[in-house]
């Protein structure tokens, strides 16, 4: 079982809008601003697409955003296109000596 | 260009050692720490450690702490994730990936792609 936990799946039609939910606890989501967000595409590497709860890096499109509401953090894809399918993992800082947790995944399939 | 490269797949005997590695590059290697990442079949990520490649300073997840050992070589931009006696339940995709060294956490801003390790008799 994964310190976070993540829907399994989630899909959406094109154009559309979908929210993956990431719930923790106050020892890691309610804990801190450090709250990230990776695509993966299967046999690739992880990339970034938001930390800091809500801020992109340089070169994500804006159709990617993140909020945070006390111990669940949210990643909202909006305008949906195939190119999103893929799964998604949200991370946390924690307050214990496992700096680090991850949400089990979540997989997009964009109908 | 910031690159991550990971050695190949490793298929191993119960009991086996091991070491595997993560050589980074188009960046500065001892300005980031690097972290190791465990995804078993069909699971979630699962954070196991990290090191300083300048002091080889490391922090490990008390789920990992004895049954692997993290080293870097900054000499050569490369860090290690190591196991004396392998077992089953170390089959899994292990992943590098680094984060700026910082007072405040960051996040993993680079990955490797991935070294899948195969413990069977």
């Known amino acids: 079982q994964s310190a976070l936990t993540q829907p399994a799946s989630v899909s959406g039609s094109p154009g559309q809008s979908i929210t993956i939910s990431c719930a923790g606890t106050s020892s890691d989501v309610g804990y801190s601003k450090y709250v990230s967000w990776y695509q993966h595409y299967p046999g690739k590497a992880p990339k970034l697409i938001i930390y800091?709860?809500?801020n992109r890096p340089s070169g994500v499109s804006n159709r990617f955003s993140g909020s945070k509401s006390g111990n669940t953090a949210s990643l909202t894809i909006s305008g949906l296109q195939a190119e999103d399918e893929a799964d998604y993992y949200c991370s946390s800082y924690t307050s214990t000596n496992t700096l680090a947790v991850f949400g089990g995944g979540t997989q997009l399939t964009v109908l | 260009e910031v690159q991550l490269v990971q050695s190949g797949a490793e298929v191993k005997k119960p009991g086996e050692s091991l070491r595997i590695s993560c050589k980074g590059s188009g960046f500065s290697f001892t300005s980031y720490w690097i972290s190791w990442v465990r995804q078993m079949p069909g699971k979630g990520l699962e954070w196991m450690g990290r090191i300083d490649p300048s002091d080889s300073y490391k922090n490990y997840s008390p789920s990992f702490q004895g049954h692997v050992s993290i080293s870097a070589d900054k000499s050569i931009s490369t860090a290690y994730l190591q196991w004396s006696s392998l077992k089953a339940s170390d089959s899994a995709i292990y992943y590098c990936?680094?984060?700026?060294?910082?007072?405040?956490?960051?996040?993993?801003?680079?990955w490797g792609q991935g070294t899948l390790v195969t413990v069977s008799s």
């Open positions: 990936a680094r984060h700026f060294k910082s007072s405040a956490w960051t996040p993993f801003d680079s």
């Open positions: 800091d709860v809500s």
